[in-house]
């Protein structure tokens, strides 16, 4: 289901519609959300290099991690680094987010570049102002791009680490404008829930299309091990993605760490199955007769089924009374009038409690 994640990304926004935005977000008890945006980030990457995506460029705001372990994870999970240049802009908010050590450099006290030369990676050297660092993002993405209806797609390593330097309210102001630009096809950025309150989570899951939570396992699914050792190594991934539609899918997956690589499986097991057939009702259906059902069905008369055998033509009236009145109709009656050209309708009254009819109106007593 984490691929599904990945598909909705890959396909953008409709025109006319906000970004696709996706919010991933751990905790202490189960810190995988970077190994789960780093899975979601490749993939997304390798439609975009391959050109299968609305996107035709991705914008990484690194603030957790330096631009040398994307280079690194792009090369371990087989992407071509050699032509990054034309899908991928870095811009490295974590070797300087403040400035600092630039003002150190200019006064001699560093004699090295803080980053290297590249033409991929642009440094940002003060995250609080986060309308310089919209436009920036606005910048790189242009690069790649160009002007046009081209579009590109962005990703957020960190967003607490931008919560720590400027207000909910700027960064949430921040992701809107983003979602709502016409270049940008997806956004997508990871959070670590237990630093923040229940306030700021609930905002950024309110602004985005899709929200994406790992969570440790619990007591139930542990066999040998105990919980704490499997939570270092396992968990589950549930995801909820909102559709055009307004209906929401939820998915629930089950994830393991293998040498820095994440697995999904499903979570339905066979015991689950047994679990949800036990709650289906049993319903049984006999579709075959008795003798005794098979004769009082015989005996029952169908309306009009008598006609046409020489006994007289019964017709009930309908009327509510404690025994039903029929208006008997002679054959006789009947067969004088067949042939003749003409016909006749006979009326009866629903019941005894129907109003005759009358040229009065009924509503006269109503001051209208």
């Given at each position: 289901?984490?691929?599904?994640v990945c598909?909705v990304?890959?396909?953008?926004?409709?025109e006319?519609?906000?970004?696709?935005?996706?919010?991933?977000?751990?905790?202490?008890?189960?810190?995988?959300?970077?190994?789960?945006f780093?899975?979601?980030f490749?993939?997304?990457?390798?439609?975009?290099?391959?050109?299968?995506?609305q996107?035709?460029?991705?914008?990484l705001?690194?603030f957790s991690?330096?631009?040398?372990?994307?280079s690194?994870?792009?090369?371990?999970r087989?992407?071509?680094?050699?032509?990054?240049?034309?899908?991928?802009?870095?811009?490295?908010?974590?070797?300087?987010?403040?400035?600092?050590k630039?003002?150190?450099?200019?006064?001699?006290?560093i004699?090295?570049?803080?980053?290297e030369a590249?033409?991929?990676?642009?440094?940002?050297?003060?995250?609080?102002?986060?309308?310089?660092?919209?436009s920036l993002?606005?910048?790189?993405?242009?690069?790649l791009?160009?002007?046009?209806?081209?579009?590109?797609a962005?990703?957020i390593?960190?967003?607490?680490?931008?919560?720590?330097?400027?207000?909910l309210?700027?960064?949430a102001?921040?992701?809107?404008?983003?979602r709502?630009?016409?270049?940008v096809?997806?956004i997508?950025?990871?959070?670590h829930?237990?630093?923040?309150d229940t306030?700021?989570?609930?905002?950024?899951?309110?602004?985005?299309s899709m929200?994406?939570?790992?969570?440790?396992?619990?007591?139930?699914?542990?066999?040998?091990?105990?919980?704490?050792?499997?939570n270092?190594k396992?968990g589950h991934?549930?995801?909820?993605?909102?559709?055009r539609?307004?209906?929401?899918?939820v998915?629930?997956?089950?994830?393991?760490?293998?040498?820095s690589?994440?697995k999904?499986?499903?979570?339905?097991?066979?015991g689950?199955n047994?679990?949800?057939?036990?709650l289906?009702?049993?319903?049984?259906?006999?579709?075959?007769?008795?003798?005794?059902?098979?004769?009082?069905?015989?005996?029952?008369?169908?309306?009009?089924?008598?006609?046409?055998?020489g006994?007289?033509?019964?017709?009930?009236?309908?009327?509510?009374?404690?025994?039903?009145?029929?208006?008997v109709v002679?054959?006789?009656?009947?067969?004088?009038?067949?042939?003749?050209?003409?016909?006749e309708?006979i009326?009866?009254?629903?019941?005894?409690?129907?109003?005759p009819?009358?040229d009065e109106?009924p509503?006269d007593?109503l001051?209208?």
């Amino acid at each position: 289901m984490a691929d599904a994640v990945c598909r909705v990304l890959r396909d953008g926004a409709l025109e006319g519609e906000h970004a696709t935005s996706l919010t991933i977000y751990d905790s202490v008890d189960s810190p995988f959300g970077p190994v789960v945006f780093d899975y979601i980030f490749t993939h997304l990457s390798s439609f975009i290099s391959s050109g299968k995506s609305q996107s035709r460029g991705i914008v990484l705001v690194a603030f957790s991690r330096s631009p040398s372990f994307t280079s690194e994870l792009l090369r371990n999970r087989g992407i071509d680094i050699g032509t990054s240049h034309e899908w991928l802009r870095v811009l490295d908010c974590y070797t300087d987010p403040l400035g600092w050590k630039e003002r150190i450099k200019d006064h001699g006290a560093i004699k090295t570049p803080l980053t290297e030369a590249s033409d991929n990676v642009s440094l940002c050297k003060d995250v609080r102002n986060l309308n310089h660092l919209f436009s920036l993002i606005l910048t790189l993405g242009k690069g790649l791009v160009e002007d046009g209806k081209n579009r590109f797609a962005v990703a957020i390593d960190s967003l607490s680490e931008m919560v720590r330097y400027a207000s909910l309210s700027s960064v949430a102001c921040l992701l809107s404008n983003l979602r709502s630009h016409a270049q940008v096809s997806s956004i997508f950025w990871l959070l670590h829930s237990d630093l923040h309150d229940t306030k700021a989570v609930a905002s950024f899951e309110y602004m985005s299309s899709m929200v994406a939570n790992v969570k440790p396992l619990t007591t139930e699914n542990i066999d040998n091990f105990s919980l704490l050792e499997q939570n270092y190594k396992r968990g589950h991934f549930h995801a909820s993605l909102k559709r055009r539609n307004g209906r929401v899918r939820v998915m629930r997956e089950e994830f393991f760490i293998d040498n820095s690589l994440i697995k999904f499986t499903s979570m339905v097991a066979a015991g689950e199955n047994a679990v949800a057939q036990s709650l289906v009702p049993k319903v049984q259906f006999n579709l075959q007769l008795s003798d005794k059902e098979r004769n009082d069905r015989a005996k029952v008369v169908l309306p009009f089924e008598h006609q046409e055998t020489g006994k007289s033509v019964q017709i009930y009236d309908g009327r509510k009374s404690g025994k039903h009145e029929s208006i008997v109709v002679p054959v006789e009656e009947v067969k004088k009038h067949e042939g003749s050209g003409r016909g006749e309708i006979i009326y009866f009254r629903d019941s005894d409690d129907e109003m005759p009819d009358s040229d009065e109106d009924p509503d006269d007593d109503l001051d209208i």
